[in-house]
């Protein structure tokens, strides 16, 4: 049920994520600016409550907060199909006029716009809960201690990701082809359904589902921290770990991981340092008194940060990729075979390409990997972000030459300021969608974050700071290049120019990564064996990055 839930909620995500930005120029009337930075700023807001609905307590029904932001999602593509269909409630669109006469279109009004946010940010806050608390209720049905099931987990997530490739394939190809050719509002109102079947199919389930207890709150954990180690500055930390408060043996749970003391920010020790108050008999609460795996999740984090940060940019280049690339499409020559492949149906050359790569990348590189260097993983987690930042890099000095060539087809054939498509194919631009498939394969920031700190979501928190980037730095170059991007016309903006500044910015940050990476310490850790009744630890201890 989660699965086939994934799937539909994904097709109806995916295929609005790469094409939205048409609408929003051809029938909304927005400027090629605007549709580009109003997606990446409705995206950003959705990866914002992804990062705060991760970080916040579990939640002890995910199945009724599915049913929940389900009906929130429901009820924004309702609202988009609606004004998609009524010309009132949005201007007559240009979308067949030509690009030097753009200016002249009917600009939406006040409140033509606000129903056009409103459903956006519903659409936004519903996908998000939805996407945050399907995982959850996936895997509150099998328990990681009895070896079975954690087997049946493991294939639980395989196919959890399965269901989502196969549905952002549809989107980008079955839903983009509904909009182009039947209309938006169909393509909106197929959204709906889809989204309205996929809950439908979860509920179907709920008599049968588990639901395990919330496990607080990751970001309060992190705050504690930092509260009694202000608290405790004063105290002398102590010389040997084992003085330090720590949760042990039994009282952890078997399975537990425990983490070692690091040598790295040791004022964050004092948190952990053992307080007796003589007028309280009980032991001090956790915002005076932490433990040491407590604390150094926090100095994990704190380590991260920087790692994190590099990965900003890479994510803005990805919103690049999901607005003015798709722009680009619609000046390109998109037949195949005498049928006209919709613009926003180039993403499915990466997803294809992740469909088939993946399996190759776990089961031929990585045994081969690791017989060269001795890694389980193959290669090791930071090596893999930065191999994925550079060919962020490359791939948007890729889509600079494209989009060099594809303005000199223009030129060339007289045609900077016709509606026509150019005689130069569309598939040019699944070079860069190409390579940016790779570098998200190989990135792997996601398997870093749950490796080091898998209770955390700064992922999210990467993405939506790099969606909310991608709007700054297309106003903020808009205006200090004199206008880019400001003609409201490629043919006549210097789109490649933004894209090599992106690429040059990508290898100065690639240079940022390597010096944070340098001082980067994979985690120590010890886990309470089973075997033993809890009374055991196994020691184990990662390399640097």
Same mark, same amino acid.
């Given at each position: 049920m989660d699965a086939a839930t994934a799937g539909l909620e994904n097709m109806a995500f995916i295929s609005n994520a790469v094409s939205l930005v048409t609408y929003f /120029?051809? =029938?909304?009337? &927005?400027?090629? !600016?605007?549709?580009? *930075?109003?997606? *990446?700023?409705? @995206?950003?807001? +959705?990866?914002? =409550?992804? /990062?705060?609905e991760d970080s916040s307590a579990t939640p002890t029904c995910p199945d009724k907060t599915c049913v929940l932001f389900g009906s929130i999602e429901i009820l924004g593509y309702a609202l988009l199909t609606v004004q998609a269909h009524f010309h009132q409630l949005r201007p007559f669109p240009c979308k067949d006029v030509p690009p030097s006469k753009m200016n002249q279109c009917e600009a939406a009004t006040s409140g033509q716009t606000a129903i056009l946010f409103t459903s956006l =940010?519903? $659409?936004? +806050?519903?996908?998000?809960?939805?996407?945050?608390? +399907?995982?959850?209720? %996936?895997?509150?049905? #099998?328990?990681e201690k009895d070896p079975k099931e954690a087997a049946s987990l493991s294939s639980f997530f395989n196919w959890l990701l399965f269901s989502i490739t196969i549905g952002a394939m549809l989107g980008v190809t079955f839903l983009v082809w509904i909009s182009t050719n039947q209309g938006w509002d169909w393509s909106f109102g197929v959204s709906t359904i889809a989204v309205l079947a996929g809950i439908l199919f979860l509920t179907m389930g709920r008599s049968i589902y588990r639901n395990?207890?919330?496990? %607080?709150?990751p970001i309060i954990r992190i705050i504690q921290v930092f509260v009694a180690a202000i608290r405790n500055r004063k105290l002398p930390i102590p010389a040997m770990a084992e003085k330090l408060h720590e949760t042990r043996d039994k009282e952890a749970g078997i399975g537990a991981e425990?983490?070692?003391? *690091?040598?790295? #920010?040791? #004022? &964050?020790?004092?948190?952990?340092?053992?307080?007796?108050? !003589?007028? *309280?008999?009980?032991?001090?609460?956790? @915002?005076?008194m932490c433990t040491v795996t407590q604390v150094e999740e926090t100095k994990i984090i704190v380590r991260m940060l920087p790692i994190i940060l590099s990965t900003i940019l890479m994510n803005t280049c990805l919103a690049q990729l999901q607005t003015f690339t798709i722009?680009?499409?619609?000046?390109?020559?998109?037949s195949l075979l005498g049928f006209q492949v919709p613009g926003a149906s180039i993403p499915v050359i990466p997803l294809a390409f992740m469909f088939v790569s993946i399996p190759l990348y776990d089961r031929v590189f990585v045994p081969l990997a690791r017989k060269f260097t001795g890694i389980p993983t193959g290669i090791r987690y930071l090596q893999r972000i930065g191999v994925g930042l550079v060919l962020s890099a490359?791939?948007?000095? $890729?889509?600079?030459?494209?989009?060099t060539r594809r303005k000199n087809v223009a030129e060339k054939h007289?045609?900077?300021?016709?509606a026509d498509p150019l005689p130069i194919s569309v598939f040019w631009l699944g070079f860069q969608y190409a390579i940016f498939g790779i570098a998200d394969i190989v990135l792997l920031l996601r398997k870093l974050i749950r490796h080091e700190v898998p209770e955390h979501s700064n992922l999210w928190c990467s993405l939506a700071f790099g969606y909310f980037t991608s709007s700054v730095m297309v106003e903020v170059v808009n205006k200090a290049s004199g206008g880019w991007l400001a003609n409201n016309n490629l043919n006549r903006d210097e789109l490649n120019y933004f894209y090599w500044l992106l690429s040059g910015l990508s290898i100065v940050n690639f240079g940022f990564y390597l010096v944070c990476s340098s001082w980067y310490r994979y985690k120590k850790e010890e886990q309470v064996d089973s075997n033993s009744g809890g009374e055991a630890k196994i020691k184990i201890e990662m390399g640097s990055g």
């Open positions: /120029y051809g =029938y909304m009337n &927005f400027s090629l !600016a605007k549709s580009a *930075t109003t997606l *990446t700023n409705s @995206w950003g807001l +959705l990866f914002c =409550y992804r /990062y705060l =940010y519903l $659409v936004a +806050l519903g996908t998000s809960g939805i996407k945050a608390a +399907l995982p959850s209720l %996936g895997a509150d049905q #099998f328990d395990n207890k919330p496990k %607080g709150s425990i983490l070692q003391r *690091t040598a790295q #920010f040791k #004022f &964050f020790d004092r948190a952990a340092i053992v307080v007796h108050d !003589a007028s *309280t008999p009980s032991m001090p609460g956790p @915002w005076r722009q680009q499409s619609s000046t390109m020559d998109r490359i791939s948007m000095a $890729v889509a600079g030459i494209i989009e007289n045609m900077v300021d016709s």
